[in-house]
Protein backbone atom coordinates (compact mmCIF):
# COMPACT_ATOMS: atom_id res chain seq x y z
CA UNK A 1 0.00 0.00 0.00
CA UNK A 2 1.48 3.49 -0.75
CA UNK A 3 1.82 6.09 2.14
CA UNK A 4 -1.45 8.40 2.13
CA UNK A 5 -1.23 11.18 -0.71
CA UNK A 6 -2.74 13.95 0.26
CA UNK A 7 -4.45 16.07 -2.48
CA UNK A 8 -5.62 19.66 -0.79
CA UNK A 9 -8.85 21.42 -1.45
CA UNK A 10 -10.09 22.86 -4.43
CA UNK A 11 -8.93 26.41 -4.20
CA UNK A 12 -13.64 26.90 -4.57
CA UNK A 13 -14.34 24.96 -1.57
CA UNK A 14 -15.24 27.11 0.75
CA UNK A 15 -14.45 25.29 3.96
CA UNK A 16 -11.80 21.93 4.72
CA UNK A 17 -15.11 20.56 6.32
CA UNK A 18 -15.96 19.40 2.57
CA UNK A 19 -12.81 17.66 1.96
CA UNK A 20 -11.86 14.41 3.35
CA UNK A 21 -9.38 11.53 2.81
CA UNK A 22 -11.32 8.35 1.37
CA UNK A 23 -10.10 5.00 1.27
CA UNK A 24 -12.08 2.51 -1.67
CA UNK A 25 -10.92 -0.43 -3.16
CA UNK A 26 -7.31 -1.00 -2.77
CA UNK A 27 -7.45 2.62 -3.34
CA UNK A 28 -6.39 5.67 -1.25
CA UNK A 29 -7.46 9.25 -2.80
CA UNK A 30 -9.47 12.10 -1.64
CA UNK A 31 -12.78 13.92 -2.01
CA UNK A 32 -13.00 17.01 -3.60
CA UNK A 33 -15.65 18.86 -6.19
CA UNK A 34 -14.23 16.80 -8.89
CA UNK A 35 -14.94 13.84 -7.30
CA UNK A 36 -13.02 11.10 -5.81
CA UNK A 37 -9.53 11.56 -7.08
CA UNK A 38 -6.34 9.50 -6.71
CA UNK A 39 -2.88 9.82 -7.88
CA UNK A 40 -2.25 6.32 -8.22
CA UNK A 41 -3.69 2.88 -9.44
CA UNK A 42 -1.50 1.42 -6.50
CA UNK A 43 0.29 -0.31 -9.40
CA UNK A 44 3.65 0.26 -9.79
CA UNK A 45 3.40 -0.48 -13.83
CA UNK A 46 0.14 1.20 -14.74
CA UNK A 47 1.47 4.29 -12.87
CA UNK A 48 4.95 4.16 -14.98
CA UNK A 49 3.02 3.85 -18.39
CA UNK A 50 0.32 6.11 -17.48
CA UNK A 51 3.18 8.35 -16.13
CA UNK A 52 5.34 8.21 -19.80
CA UNK A 53 1.78 8.19 -21.91
CA UNK A 54 1.31 11.92 -19.91
CA UNK A 55 4.75 12.86 -20.88
CA UNK A 56 3.96 11.81 -24.45
CA UNK A 57 0.87 13.38 -24.49
CA UNK A 58 2.07 16.68 -23.13
CA UNK A 59 4.65 17.07 -25.96
CA UNK A 60 2.11 16.15 -28.61
CA UNK A 61 -0.59 18.32 -27.63
CA UNK A 62 1.83 20.92 -26.09
CA UNK A 63 -0.55 21.14 -22.52
CA UNK A 64 0.09 20.12 -18.91
CA UNK A 65 -2.85 19.52 -17.42
CA UNK A 66 -2.84 17.66 -13.71
CA UNK A 67 -4.12 14.17 -13.52
CA UNK A 68 -6.14 12.34 -11.70
CA UNK A 69 -7.58 8.45 -11.71
CA UNK A 70 -10.98 9.15 -10.05
CA UNK A 71 -13.75 7.01 -8.94
CA UNK A 72 -16.44 6.73 -11.49
CA UNK A 73 -18.46 3.79 -9.46
CA UNK A 74 -21.39 5.69 -11.18
CA UNK A 75 -20.35 4.86 -14.29
CA UNK A 76 -17.07 4.57 -16.41
CA UNK A 77 -15.45 7.41 -18.15
CA UNK A 78 -13.39 10.09 -18.50
CA UNK A 79 -13.13 13.81 -18.61
CA UNK A 80 -11.21 17.20 -19.14
CA UNK A 81 -12.24 20.20 -16.76
CA UNK A 82 -10.62 23.90 -16.70
CA UNK A 83 -10.79 23.33 -12.89
CA UNK A 84 -7.59 22.60 -11.28
CA UNK A 85 -7.06 20.98 -7.59
CA UNK A 86 -4.78 23.38 -5.48
CA UNK A 87 -0.75 22.10 -5.15
CA UNK A 88 -1.49 20.15 -8.05
CA UNK A 89 1.03 21.26 -11.10
CA UNK A 90 -1.52 22.04 -13.68
CA UNK A 91 -1.36 25.27 -15.94
CA UNK A 92 -4.43 23.55 -18.78
CA UNK A 93 -6.80 22.13 -15.66
CA UNK A 94 -7.37 18.79 -15.40
CA UNK A 95 -7.32 15.14 -16.50
CA UNK A 96 -9.56 12.55 -14.93
CA UNK A 97 -9.73 8.86 -16.08
CA UNK A 98 -12.05 6.26 -14.13
CA UNK A 99 -10.63 3.91 -12.31
CA UNK A 100 -13.34 1.56 -13.23
CA UNK A 101 -13.06 2.99 -17.28
CA UNK A 102 -9.54 1.91 -16.58
CA UNK A 103 -10.02 -1.78 -15.47
CA UNK A 104 -12.49 -2.57 -17.94
CA UNK A 105 -10.37 -1.19 -21.03
CA UNK A 106 -7.09 -2.88 -19.68
CA UNK A 107 -8.82 -6.13 -20.01
CA UNK A 108 -10.89 -5.61 -23.23
CA UNK A 109 -7.38 -4.27 -24.49
CA UNK A 110 -3.64 -6.20 -25.14
CA UNK A 111 -1.44 -3.66 -23.88
CA UNK A 112 -3.54 -1.60 -23.00
CA UNK A 113 -4.19 0.61 -26.19
CA UNK A 114 -7.55 1.68 -25.16
CA UNK A 115 -6.26 3.87 -22.78
CA UNK A 116 -3.86 6.13 -24.49
CA UNK A 117 -6.71 6.68 -26.90
CA UNK A 118 -9.12 7.72 -24.74
CA UNK A 119 -6.09 10.10 -22.84
CA UNK A 120 -5.84 11.66 -26.21
CA UNK A 121 -9.49 12.44 -26.83
CA UNK A 122 -9.23 14.01 -22.99
CA UNK A 123 -6.22 16.09 -23.88
CA UNK A 124 -7.83 16.94 -26.91
CA UNK A 125 -10.60 18.99 -24.98
CA UNK A 126 -7.77 20.41 -23.12
CA UNK A 127 -6.59 21.89 -26.52
CA UNK A 128 -9.78 22.89 -27.24
CA UNK A 129 -10.25 24.84 -24.50
CA UNK A 130 -6.81 26.59 -25.11
CA UNK A 131 -7.35 27.44 -28.99
CA UNK A 132 -10.64 28.75 -27.63
CA UNK A 133 -12.68 26.95 -30.35
CA UNK A 134 -15.85 26.91 -28.51
CA UNK A 135 -17.78 24.42 -31.23
CA UNK A 136 -20.75 23.32 -30.27
CA UNK A 137 -20.80 20.19 -28.17
CA UNK A 138 -21.34 17.26 -30.91
CA UNK A 139 -18.49 18.92 -32.83
CA UNK A 140 -16.48 19.35 -29.97
CA UNK A 141 -16.50 15.95 -29.45
CA UNK A 142 -15.70 14.81 -32.84
CA UNK A 143 -12.76 17.17 -33.23
CA UNK A 144 -11.54 15.33 -29.87
CA UNK A 145 -11.74 12.76 -31.56
CA UNK A 146 -10.37 14.27 -35.18
CA UNK A 147 -7.21 15.02 -32.96
CA UNK A 148 -7.05 11.38 -31.05
CA UNK A 149 -7.20 9.35 -34.29
CA UNK A 150 -3.72 12.32 -35.41
CA UNK A 151 -2.06 10.98 -31.85
CA UNK A 152 -2.71 7.52 -32.85
CA UNK A 153 -0.83 7.70 -35.83
CA UNK A 154 2.20 9.57 -34.22
CA UNK A 155 2.19 7.79 -31.19
CA UNK A 156 2.57 4.49 -32.92
CA UNK A 157 5.37 6.23 -35.09
CA UNK A 158 7.17 7.84 -32.74
CA UNK A 159 6.63 6.28 -29.04
CA UNK A 160 5.40 2.43 -29.18
CA UNK A 161 3.55 0.10 -31.49
CA UNK A 162 0.00 0.66 -31.09
CA UNK A 163 -2.74 -1.68 -32.10
CA UNK A 164 -4.91 1.03 -34.44
CA UNK A 165 -7.80 -1.24 -35.18
CA UNK A 166 -8.50 -2.46 -31.52
CA UNK A 167 -8.00 1.17 -30.19
CA UNK A 168 -10.37 2.63 -32.55
CA UNK A 169 -13.05 -0.29 -32.34
CA UNK A 170 -12.80 -0.23 -28.61
CA UNK A 171 -13.21 3.58 -28.70
CA UNK A 172 -16.94 3.65 -29.63
CA UNK A 173 -17.96 0.55 -28.17
CA UNK A 174 -17.38 1.17 -24.68
CA UNK A 175 -20.76 0.43 -22.82
CA UNK A 176 -22.59 2.62 -20.97
CA UNK A 177 -20.99 5.47 -20.44
CA UNK A 178 -21.16 9.18 -22.00
CA UNK A 179 -18.47 7.98 -24.58
CA UNK A 180 -21.55 6.41 -26.37
CA UNK A 181 -24.15 8.85 -25.55
CA UNK A 182 -25.09 10.06 -29.97
CA UNK A 183 -26.85 13.44 -28.68
CA UNK A 184 -23.44 14.07 -26.53
CA UNK A 185 -20.61 12.16 -28.62
CA UNK A 186 -21.76 11.66 -32.39
CA UNK A 187 -23.02 8.43 -33.74
CA UNK A 188 -20.54 5.65 -33.92
CA UNK A 189 -20.28 5.81 -37.51
CA UNK A 190 -19.59 10.11 -36.87
CA UNK A 191 -16.59 9.10 -34.61
CA UNK A 192 -15.17 6.38 -36.48
CA UNK A 193 -15.37 8.73 -39.58
CA UNK A 194 -13.37 11.77 -37.51
CA UNK A 195 -10.76 9.33 -35.59
CA UNK A 196 -10.00 7.65 -39.09
CA UNK A 197 -9.76 10.83 -40.76
CA UNK A 198 -7.51 11.99 -38.27
CA UNK A 199 -5.17 9.19 -37.90
CA UNK A 200 -5.39 8.78 -42.18
CA UNK A 201 -4.37 12.51 -43.51
CA UNK A 202 -0.92 12.30 -40.98
CA UNK A 203 -0.35 8.82 -42.42
CA UNK A 204 -0.66 10.46 -45.79
CA UNK A 205 1.60 13.23 -45.15
CA UNK A 206 4.01 11.53 -43.48
CA UNK A 207 4.19 8.94 -46.23
CA UNK A 208 4.73 12.01 -48.55
CA UNK A 209 7.67 13.18 -45.66
CA UNK A 210 5.57 15.48 -44.11
CA UNK A 211 5.29 15.82 -40.12
CA UNK A 212 2.08 18.20 -39.34
CA UNK A 213 2.72 20.59 -36.27
CA UNK A 214 -0.20 20.94 -33.42
CA UNK A 215 -1.25 23.96 -35.40
CA UNK A 216 -2.01 22.06 -38.47
CA UNK A 217 -3.60 19.83 -37.17
CA UNK A 218 -6.08 21.40 -34.82
CA UNK A 219 -6.78 23.61 -37.85
CA UNK A 220 -7.67 20.83 -39.83
CA UNK A 221 -9.71 18.96 -37.59
CA UNK A 222 -11.55 22.06 -37.00
CA UNK A 223 -12.16 22.60 -40.52
CA UNK A 224 -13.35 18.55 -41.12
CA UNK A 225 -15.87 18.30 -38.23
CA UNK A 226 -17.44 22.22 -39.44
CA UNK A 227 -17.88 21.60 -43.17
CA UNK A 228 -18.70 17.69 -43.30
CA UNK A 229 -22.32 16.96 -42.59
CA UNK A 230 -21.77 14.42 -39.43
CA UNK A 231 -24.43 12.81 -37.39
ZN1 LIG B 1 -15.26 14.05 -24.91
Redesign the pocket.
Known sequence: MKPLIVILALSLLPAQSMFQSFKGCSLTGTITEMGTLYRSMDDPEIDRVTLEELRFLSASFLVKPAFFFYDDSEGNN???TPQTVKDAESVDGTVCFGVGLHRTQMKKSKGGTNIPIILA??F??TVARKYGLHLPTKQ??LF??YLAGAYMFYRNQRFKPTDIDAAFNAFYSMGDN??TNPD??GTPGSRNTCIRQGFNVCQSAFKQGSVFTLNDVVQMGESFVTTHDLE
Do not use: G, V
Request: aromatic share 14%.
Open positions: AYSHEAHNEADDFHH
